[in-house]
């Protein structure tokens, strides 16, 4: 079945406890909530997870058992470029702004000295 690549928050949310502990069942991920649904809601969800191709699940006894269907740094990947794509219209340039713009998290000087090592090297490697 093909990957959906949207995921809504509820979906990330259950994704973000499965990729944290390994591995789930219904009522891990339902217990790991902040403000949980139903726990036929959660396993609801977790089936569109696996419907999308997200996640995949094993049988222990009578639960099924969660876990996720590829790394979290594909996943990251992949989440980036929606993100990229969706609100920023493809543009790097317009993340590193609207990060570097954020207030509430300011960046240490260890982090802007990082970032001008990764720019510096980029260019080198003309990216």
């Known amino acids: 079945m093909a990957r959906s ?10 994704m973000n406890i499965i990729f944290r502990t390994g591995k789930a069942t219904a009522g891990d ?15 609801a969800t977790l ?7 997200h996640l995949r699940h094993q049988h222990d ?13 594909k996943a990251r ?12 219209d493809g543009s790097t340039t317009s993340v590193v702004a609207a990060l570097l ?7 240490t000087e260890e982090d802007l000295i990082r970032l001008s ?3 510096d090297d980029a260019r080198r490697e003309g990216r």
């Open 101 to 107: 713009e954020r207030s509430k998290h300011r960046m």
């Open 117 to 119: 090592t990764m720019i």
């Open 77 to 88: 990947i992949s989440a980036l470029e929606q993100l990229l794509t969706t609100f920023f």
């Open 5 to 14: 690549e949207s995921l809504s928050r509820r979906e990330r949310e259950m």
């Open 29 to 43: 991920v339902r217990d790991a909530m902040a403000d949980p649904p139903s726990y036929s809601a959660v396993r």
């Open 47 to 53: 089936r569109v997870l696996e419907q999308k191709g």
């Open 61 to 73: 006894g009578t639960r099924y058992v969660y876990t996720t269907t590829q790394n979290r740094e």
